[in-house]
């Protein structure tokens, strides 16, 4: 079982760039996440899915937007990437809210 | 607006000591996580607390809740180097649907 797999693993930008972050999951959960990871800030929701076709804002987001067309797949969009936005993304799902399983992360850089 | 609260953020334990990690949280919530997080890796979930009293222990880590103080310790025992990792809490959000975590505490065990 792959679990929760993030595509891609690393990326670099351009300000102004616009790039989308994949998330696929094959446990059939219901919930998935989009984190982001900054030293000293600890992980930040930006949005997540409660279902296929749902999405609620988290705690940072702006400056992204998500989609979740098919059940297994969670997408997180940059359309004008800014600095701020370097930081490690992780994408988790959950059956039911909890426990969270978390794909390895991709490591965006801005410039 | 929950917030979730660790503290220290970071520790410098000598092999064989013991210290506890505390983590408090502003509004009630259902069940409180720990995960620990190695250095360029993503996160493993190490425990779950459900209610108040709760105590769950594994090897030299062992946490507990108490929901009446909103606060979680996980308590390490004779620290070993292995335990050097970043340790977070995470608290569901109201509704269930999400978890928010803390900044981190950052454990480095030296001899």
């Known amino acids: 079982n792959a679990g929760v797999t993030q595509t891609p693993k690393f990326r670099v930008l351009k300000t102004g760039q616009s790039m989308t972050l994949l998330c696929a999951q094959d446990m059939n959960h219901e919930y998935m996440y989009w984190y982001r990871q900054d030293p000293g800030m600890g992980l930040r929701l930006i949005h997540y899915s409660v279902g296929e076709g749902t999405t609620a804002k988290g705690e940072v987001p702006d400056g992204y937007n998500v989609s979740r067309l098919k059940k297994q797949n969670f997408l997180l969009g940059l359309e004008s990437a800014a600095p701020s936005q370097t930081s490690v993304y992780f994408c988790a799902s959950s059956l039911t809210g909890s426990p969270l399983h978390f794909g390895n992360g991709t490591r965006l850089t801005v410039t | 607006e929950l917030k979730v609260e660790q503290n220290p953020l970071f520790l410098s334990m000598q092999e064989g000591k013991n210290y506890t990690i505390y983590c408090n949280y502003s509004t009630t919530s259902d069940r409180l996580y720990w995960y620990r997080q190695d250095p360029g890796k993503s996160l493993e979930s190490l425990f779950v607390l459900l209610s108040n009293g709760a105590v769950k222990q594994e090897g030299r880590l062992m946490a507990s809740l108490d929901t009446k103080a909103r606060l979680s310790t996980l308590h390490i025992t004779a620290a070993v180097h292995d335990l050097s990792a970043t340790y977070f809490c995470?608290?569901?959000?109201?509704?269930?649907?999400?978890?928010?975590f803390g900044k981190g505490t950052t454990l480095s065990v030296s001899s």
């Open positions: 995470a608290v569901t959000n109201q509704a269930g649907t999400a978890l928010i």
